[in-house]
């Protein structure tokens, strides 16, 4: 029997999978936009309900759209007594991650989607997928540590709210501010894995409850968003700044992966690093301190995986700093990826659009190397 040529590209690098108006990288040049505007841009004069409008509906909202945006996500924040319930019954020692994936799936028998051709039904899933993340987070991240969630406060930003609902004080302005350019930095990310995962299970015509669930679960992976948590850890273990170069040497020679370095499109410093790095510096203006040392030690692990690494054109992808930023700000390390998805949610749901405005259900073909009429060996007969 003969296989057709079929040529297989690994990690499906560099093939198209779908025409996308939403993001846009020049890996080369370091250039990241949402809907043509640089996130650069986007970072400094707006906000991430803002930005979510943008990349969800294609345009920047006008005043009175983006009021009615943020009184519906406001009045959807809350959860369901029945969902914290059963959040209540989540394994203490269960991932974050894995309480987030698992309410977002349980979310779909709340709020049942499953006519993703109405209008309605993806405006309201999308405002309450939007809006009650960060209140999952939240609340998971209080009663896996013995706390009752907290209600949502409707008064503060999206940013200063899911900060409330997590250590129950009103943040300063700068850490609602940097906390907003997080969710801004991670909103999309052009065709990444687990928005493939979202267009993949949305071709299906899944809900959208399950799309995000699946997003997240692809998230959660270390070689995606889990990569930040990893930084931190890796860090920690250097634990000083003399301690970098005989660390990286180890683990080039072992031909290990260093953590938050390297991307698959970047070939140059990630933008989203560079803006994070400025807001780390702004966070510790003391290096004598704890946290001031991470951020020593993180530079001199880009010095020096430059000099080890430069050629192959690795530099900092966007969890070298954000794992930083994040551990500044007093977030727990099991928080960054979940922070990650309340931001990615966005463009999950963007793309989820899209692929159903010209929807083909992906099935990708396979070059087929295994055997052909193999005899059935009896049971006794196998060794
Ligand atoms: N440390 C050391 N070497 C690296 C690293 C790294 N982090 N990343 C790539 N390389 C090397 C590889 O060993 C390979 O070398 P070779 O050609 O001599 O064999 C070369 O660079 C190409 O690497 P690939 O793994 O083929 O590149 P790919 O595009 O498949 O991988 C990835 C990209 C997965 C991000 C990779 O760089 C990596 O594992 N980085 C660490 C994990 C990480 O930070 N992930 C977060 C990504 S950003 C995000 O998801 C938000």
């Given at each position: 029997?003969?296989?057709?040529?079929?040529?297989?590209?690994?990690?499906?690098?560099?093939?198209?999978?779908?025409?996308?108006?939403?993001?846009?990288?020049?890996?080369?040049?370091?250039?990241?936009?949402?809907?043509?505007?640089?996130?650069?841009?986007?970072?400094?004069?707006?906000?991430?309900?803002?930005?979510?409008?943008?990349?969800?509906?294609?345009?920047?909202p006008t005043q009175e759209e983006v009021n009615k945006f943020k009184t519906d996500i406001n009045f959807h924040s809350r959860l369901?007594?029945?969902?914290?319930?059963?959040?209540?019954?989540?394994?203490?020692?269960?991932?974050?991650?894995?309480?987030?994936?698992s309410v977002s799936s349980a979310m779909?028998?709340?709020?049942?989607?499953?006519?993703v051709l109405d209008t309605d039904v993806r405006y309201w899933s999308i405002v309450r997928l939007i809006a009650k993340l960060p209140t999952i987070v939240?609340?998971?991240?209080?009663?896996?540590?013995?706390?009752?969630?907290?209600?949502?406060?409707?008064?503060?930003?999206?940013?200063?709210?899911?900060y409330y609902m997590l250590f129950e004080r009103v943040p300063d302005p700068l850490t609602e501010k940097i906390l907003d350019v997080m969710l801004i930095l991670h909103a999309d990310h052009t065709m990444n894995a687990s928005t493939f995962s979202a267009r993949v299970v949305g071709s299906t015509l899944a809900d959208p409850y399950t799309i995000v669930a699946s997003a997240i679960g692809t998230l959660s992976g270390p070689l995606h968003g889990g990569a930040n948590e990893e930084v931190i850890h890796m860090l920690e273990e250097i634990g000083s700044k003399e301690d970098v170069r005989p660390y990286i040497e180890k683990k080039l020679e072992k031909k290990e992966k260093i953590m938050g370095v390297g991307?698959?499109?970047?070939?140059?410093?990630?933008?989203?690093?560079?803006?994070?790095?400025?807001?780390?510096?702004q966070l510790f203006e003391s290096n004598a301190s704890k946290k001031g040392k991470v951020l020593e030690i993180a530079e001199e692990v880009e010095k020096v995986v430059h000099e080890k690494l430069g050629h192959k054109k690795i530099y900092p992808n966007v969890d070298f700093y954000s794992g930083i930023v994040?551990?500044?700000l007093g977030i727990p390390t099991d928080?960054?990826?979940?922070?990650?998805?309340?931001?990615?949610?966005?463009?999950w749901l963007a793309h989820w659009l899209e692929q159903l405005k010209t929807n083909k259900i992906y099935r990708p073909d396979q070059k087929y190397i295994g055997l052909h009429n193999q005899p059935y060996i009896p049971i006794d007969d196998r060794n």
């Amino acid at each position: 029997m003969e296989e057709r040529e079929l040529e297989v590209v690994p990690g499906l690098a560099g093939i198209p999978a779908a025409e996308s108006a939403i993001s846009f990288i020049d890996g080369e040049k370091g250039i990241l936009e949402y809907r043509g505007i640089p996130v650069e841009v986007l970072t400094e004069k707006s906000n991430f309900l803002e930005v979510s409008y943008l990349l969800i509906f294609g345009k920047l909202p006008t005043q009175e759209e983006v009021n009615k945006f943020k009184t519906d996500i406001n009045f959807h924040s809350r959860l369901k007594l029945k969902i914290v319930r059963m959040m209540e019954h989540l394994p203490e020692n269960g991932h974050p991650m894995e309480y987030l994936q698992s309410v977002s799936s349980a979310m779909g028998m709340y709020y049942p989607a499953k006519n993703v051709l109405d209008t309605d039904v993806r405006y309201w899933s999308i405002v309450r997928l939007i809006a009650k993340l960060p209140t999952i987070v939240a609340s998971s991240n209080r009663l896996r540590h013995g706390d009752a969630p907290l209600q949502p406060n409707n008064d503060l930003s999206f940013a200063a709210n899911f900060y409330y609902m997590l250590f129950e004080r009103v943040p300063d302005p700068l850490t609602e501010k940097i906390l907003d350019v997080m969710l801004i930095l991670h909103a999309d990310h052009t065709m990444n894995a687990s928005t493939f995962s979202a267009r993949v299970v949305g071709s299906t015509l899944a809900d959208p409850y399950t799309i995000v669930a699946s997003a997240i679960g692809t998230l959660s992976g270390p070689l995606h968003g889990g990569a930040n948590e990893e930084v931190i850890h890796m860090l920690e273990e250097i634990g000083s700044k003399e301690d970098v170069r005989p660390y990286i040497e180890k683990k080039l020679e072992k031909k290990e992966k260093i953590m938050g370095v390297g991307h698959r499109i970047y070939k140059t410093k990630d933008p989203r690093a560079i803006i994070l790095q400025t807001f780390a510096h702004q966070l510790f203006e003391s290096n004598a301190s704890k946290k001031g040392k991470v951020l020593e030690i993180a530079e001199e692990v880009e010095k020096v995986v430059h000099e080890k690494l430069g050629h192959k054109k690795i530099y900092p992808n966007v969890d070298f700093y954000s794992g930083i930023v994040f551990q500044g700000l007093g977030i727990p390390t099991d928080l960054f990826t979940p922070i990650f998805a309340m931001g990615r949610v966005t463009g999950w749901l963007a793309h989820w659009l899209e692929q159903l405005k010209t929807n083909k259900i992906y099935r990708p073909d396979q070059k087929y190397i295994g055997l052909h009429n193999q005899p059935y060996i009896p049971i006794d007969d196998r060794n």
